[in-house]
């Protein structure tokens, strides 16, 4: 099946710091999403983004597809933004979906 | 407006028992997932039913069977529970064939297996 990497494994930032997430997977993919895990353990969809950018508020995300990479942006992090970040991608001709063994962010005050 | 639905959200059980867990969906989605997340690590792919009527395996379908009753239900059942099942397990549903496909979660099962 595909291989999903993400990195790096743990960040820690100050309050107000921006910083970038890097997700990059072995096949072409159809389907390719972030995920927040917050401490309660839900699982909050914040991307559906097989290829192009997006942007939603202080997030941002950008898929090459053609070179096999994502990367999530965070702006002016606040402590809300804790959490673990995820990524998942379904490969082409095939519908099962994979995760990443995920970035774990943690914003100080 | 529920969306995906997962009973029960903690359970206990004895090594050797079975039980199935439950998930469904109000979204009319055509396909569904049932995930595992040991502690610390990302989850893991058991099984997903594309669409109603078929099911396949993910990466980890060992000890596990899932039944997709209909297009909103998708159920999971550990025949003969073993400590190693111990895990949160993850029920998700997504809109196949739209322009848009983002994948929604229910809330989780906390499963321990003593």
């Known amino acids: 099946g595909i291989q999903v990497e993400q990195s790096p494994p743990d960040l820690i930032l100050q309050e107000g710091a921006n910083s970038t997430l890097r997700c990059n997977f072995s096949?072409?993919?159809?389907?390719l999403q972030w995920f927040h895990q917050n401490p309660w353990g839900q699982l909050i969809n914040l991307f559906y983004?097989?290829?192009g950018t997006k942007q939603n508020g202080r997030l941002s995300a950008t898929t090459v597809a053609t070179e096999r990479y994502s990367l999530l942006y965070i702006s002016s992090s606040q402590t809300t933004d804790s959490g673990v970040y995820f990524c998942?991608?379904?490969?082409?001709?095939?519908?099962?979906?994979?995760f990443g063994a995920g970035t774990r962010l943690t914003v100080k005050p | 407006n529920a969306g995906v639905t997962q009973t029960p959200k903690f359970q206990v059980l004895k090594t050797g028992q079975s039980m199935t867990l439950q998930c469904a969906q109000d979204?009319?989605?055509?396909?569904m997932y049932w995930y595992r997340q040991d502690p610390g690590m990302g989850l893991r792919l058991i099984y997903y039913?594309?669409?109603?009527?078929?099911?396949d395996k993910g990466e980890v379908p060992n000890g596990y069977n899932v039944s997709r009753l209909n297009k909103r239900e998708f159920s999971l059942r550990l025949e003969s529970a073993a400590p190693s099942q111990t895990s949160v397990y993850f029920c998700?549903?997504?809109?196949?064939?739209?322009?848009?496909?983002?994948?929604?979660f229910g809330d989780g099962t906390r499963l321990s297996i003593l």
């Open positions: 998942a991608v379904e490969a082409i001709n095939n519908n099962d979906m994979r």
């Open positions: 096949d072409s993919v159809n389907n």
């Open positions: 983004i097989p290829s």
């Open positions: 979204m009319n989605h055509n396909s």
């Open positions: 039913s594309a669409s109603e009527g078929t099911t």
């Open positions: 998700a549903s997504l809109v196949r064939y739209a322009l848009n496909q983002p994948q929604h």
